[in-house]
């Protein structure tokens, strides 16, 4: 990796993430979009389109990437062609992989490595940075989560909602008529592949009803 990035020390990056925690999410998207775009994109899971919201308001021509699987909820699918046509996009849709059927069944940690993991690999190719929708809301495992910080594949990773709560969420897509995955209505407050996503009960985190009853709990992409 070479260029923006680059200029982009650790240290400055820990300062950074401790400023961007208390600021507006689109102050994070602009200081994203003005260092690296356009070797950014952003990584949508289209559970809602908030995100994309921002960016397209900050930078239209930001890439936006969606990690297709093959095990996609129909809904997730109709949000993905929603979202192109509200905003006037064409999302970079990566995959579905061939892999052996039912992959999940018999080794869930590498049909997430294969099927998620190593497609963002892909689209992450060329960029210098990447945003994503993650938030310390989600769950206790990401109560920690920074809003900037470097990744394994040493790209600046980006999380501009990283502080905002399920309100926040709301209030935004309230206020913005943002897209939202209809499952979302459903009790499907965080939103993968059909095998592996269950709806949420009361008092759950949103992350609960992902791999439920088994220890796993992200996938690999934001590790
Ligand atoms: S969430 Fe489930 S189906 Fe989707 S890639 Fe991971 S193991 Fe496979």
Redesign the pocket.
Known sequence: MAGAARSVSDAQLEELDGRFGHEPAEAVVAWAVEQFHPRLCLAASMSDAVLIDLTVRAEPSVEIVFID?G?HFPETMETLDTVQQRYGLKVRVMGPPREPAE??KTD??A??S???VAQLHAALESKLAWMSGLRRAESPSRAGAPVVSRDRRGLVKVNPLATWSDDDVARYVAEHDVPVNPLVAKGYLSI??W???RPVEAGEHARDG??AGSAKTE?GLHV
């Open positions: 699987t095990y992959f999940w869930p940690a049909c997430c294969a099927y998620k993968g592949c095998p592996c996503t992902r791999w996938c």
